[in-house]
């Protein structure tokens, strides 16, 4: 989610489309909210956004202090893990 005013991160969405047990998962967080998704899916969103918190908390900055460029970049580093 950006603010387009702005053009600056205010939070992280994450949507799983393969929760075929119909079990409905919500997870809200610091900068981030998760809905749906099998159990796999959604346990690997939250991790991926809790290392994400976790790496901007290690640096001293906020999501929205983040260009788009530098959230990209850090995405693509826990991918890289």
Sequence with gaps: ???????????????????EDRHIRITRGKNFAIYL???????????????????????????EDLSRDEFIDLVTDLEGR
């Design 37 to 63: 998704g099998s159990e796999t899916t959604h346990e690997k969103m939250q991790e991926a956004c809790i290392k994400i918190n976790e790496k901007l908390d290690r640096r001293g900055r906020r999501l």
């Design 1 to 19: 989610m950006t603010d387009e005013k702005n053009d600056r991160i205010v939070g992280i969405l994450g949507l799983g489309f393969d929760n």
